[in-house]
């Protein structure tokens, strides 16, 4: 088709094999559409498309994807608000008769359905970051990192250490909403054993709050790290080994332990085991 149809927010650009989705910046934009930038689908990925009445004079366009053809929507599980759904386009009322023509030109080039055995739609693209509630969350494209804050992480995380999670040891991640109650980002171990406790004393997790882990954050880091969970074979255990560590790091650290312990929430021989594996770091 070649033809753009623009509407709030965003413009489709469709093409002979994919639509290619451009997300406006403004201030009445979506924090998420915003941080996505764009998001080229492939027809393969689609399964339907549908046109119906909106809100205040409005139609919305939507295609509806694959299960498992998005990164994006897996992690999100259902969770993304109407108005966060990037694959909604909202237009005036008085442009439905085009849009029901793109619909219709685009439902004629539709050939497949069901689950997809791969994700068709590229993830967002690593280094990524962001801010919990108990600690800094960072993605190199190779391996997750958990940096845990002091004024926010609980006892059980701080015996526990930083974390590093090499990709190839996960089997995937678990996102719940900062929209909900008990909001988290989870990661999911090949070899977990027994099931996993409450996000706030999980070291594979980290903990949402009001203002921290925002949706246009910690999806597309979620998203970014399930696709390339999925397209990395596990790894031997003994390529795990973490890197040195900045001696101011760990002497922040020694010197919150000790309040953890003069606090009573850490043993001695807790203090004593996870002081030396900290100097060990250095």
Known sequence: MGDVLAGFHAAWEFGPDSVLIRY???????????ALGERRVPLEAIEAVTLAPGKRGTVVLRIELRPGADPLLEAASGQLRESSDPYRLVLPAERETLAEYYADELRAQLTESG?????????????????AYDGKATFDGTAVSFRWFW????????????????????????????????????????DAGAAAGQPDQDPAAVVFGLGYGPVHESLPFAAAVLAAVRNCAPVPAMSTARARRDPADIAERIRHLGELHQAGLVTDEEFSSKKAQLLAEL
Do not use: C, I, Y
């Open 151 to 190: 004024t926010g992480a609980s006892s059980a995380k701080w015996k526990a250490g930083d974390q590093r999670f090499l990709v190839g040891e996960l089997s995937g991640v678990e996102w719940r909403s900062p929209e909900v109650f008990e909001g988290h980002l989870r990661l999911l171990p090949r």
């Open 24 to 34: 406006e910046r403004g201030l009445r934009t979506p924090k998420l559409f915003q």
């Open 115 to 131: 689950p997809a055995e791969r994700h068709l739609v590229a993830a967002p693209e690593a280094p990524l970051q962001f801010k």
